[in-house]
C-alpha cells in the first residue's frame, strides 16, 4: 500500500519557522516527483513546491520563494518542507503529494496523497 504520511505542523508565531516531513512507505521516493501543496479554509488547495523525479530540480511558488525550501533525503525515504519567515497567510493544512516519473508537480496529476499537517501562524 502506497502511503504519504506529513508531520511536523503546529502553531508558530510570525516570523518563526517550522519543517514538515513527508514520509513514504511502500514504495520508494527516487522515481516520483514530490510536492508540496496547502489549502486553507474556504480556499481552493494551491501548488507550495516541488521537487523533481530526475534530477532535483526544485520550484516554489511565488509567495513562498526565498522563505520556503524542499529537500529529500532517499535514504530516509523522506521529504522535507523547510518554512522560514512565516506569516499569518501561510496558515493552512499542509499535504504532500507524490508523482511518478514526472518532473513536475501538477495538482491534478499526482498519484498518491499524504492526509496532510496543519500549520498555524498566528501571535
Known amino acids: 500500500q502506497l502511503q504519504l504520511v506529513e508531520s511536523g505542523g503546529g502553531l508558530v508565531q510570525p516570523g518563526g519557522s517550522l519543517r514538515l516531513s513527508c514520509a513514504a512507505s511502500?514504495?520508494?521516493?527516487?522515481?516520483?516527483?514530490i510536492g508540496w501543496f496547502r489549502q486553507a479554509p474556504g480556499k481552493e488547495r494551491e501548488g507550495v513546491s516541488c521537487?523533481?523525479?530526475?534530477?532535483?530540480?526544485?520550484f516554489y511558488a511565488d509567495s513562498v520563494k526565498g522563505r520556503f525550501t524542499i529537500s529529500r533525503d532517499n535514504a530516509r525515504n523522506t521529504v522535507y518542507l523547510q518554512m522560514n519567515s512565516l506569516k499569518p497567510e501561510d496558515t493552512a493544512v499542509y499535504l504532500c503529494?507524490?508523482?511518478?516519473?514526472?518532473?513536475?508537480?501538477?495538482?491534478?496529476?499526482?498519484?498518491?496523497w499524504g492526509k496532510g499537517t496543519p500549520v498555524t501562524v498566528s501571535s
Open positions: 511502500g514504495f520508494t521516493l527516487d522515481y516520483y516527483a
Open positions: 503529494a507524490a508523482a511518478r516519473g514526472s518532473y513536475y508537480c501538477i495538482l491534478h496529476g499526482m498519484d498518491v
Open positions: 521537487i523533481s523525479s530526475s534530477d532535483g530540480s526544485t
